[in-house]
């Protein structure tokens, strides 16, 4: 991969030796999309859209540059093991304190129901995970499967209050076991 200098890049295209196959076709797929949104009239499902061909461009680029910076971010941080069994893995990110991505759990059904489990967490430069308050703490989902088939959240529990859960589960489906068997 080379790098282009961001300053003479002036459109897209100028980084497609920094992206990926994937990353290229979703970028031509979406300027052709919006190129040929713009030929229609303007309605208000697509009004946030770029209309003009600089306006296009420049939504495209910074996508691109995005991309770019994903992937040259995911090339330093290759030596980073990932985490066993870890489904999905996110861009590496930065905040003000940290650098990390996102991982999850694959997700797991409940038979029988529209119940759906996932772990989530984010994993840190040294490989740990961050153990912090606030959105990134590493949490149990329980999610809903929704008649249109997206998912809705229902609980977000800390790992020791999915476990507590766990166990009050099990004792109440004990106990009615314990009633069925009288």
Known sequence: ???????????????????TPQQVAELEEREAGYRHRATLPEDPWTSWEPRTDRAIEDALLHDGRRHAHDN?????????PPLPDAKTFGYWETDDEHLCRFVSTPTRSVDGTKIRVLGAASQLADGSILIAQGIDVPQVRIDELSRDG???????????????????????????????AR
């Open 72 to 80: 040259l971010i995911a090339a330093l941080m290759s030596d980073v």
């Open 1 to 19: 991969m080379s790098m282009t200098p961001e300053n003479n890049t002036q459109c897209w295209r100028d980084l497609a030796d920094q992206l």
């Open 150 to 180: 997206y998912m809705t959240e229902v609980f977000t529990l800390s790992p020791g209050q999915a476990r507590n859960l766990a166990a009050a589960l099990l004792n109440t489906a004990d106990q009615i076991d314990g009633w069925i």
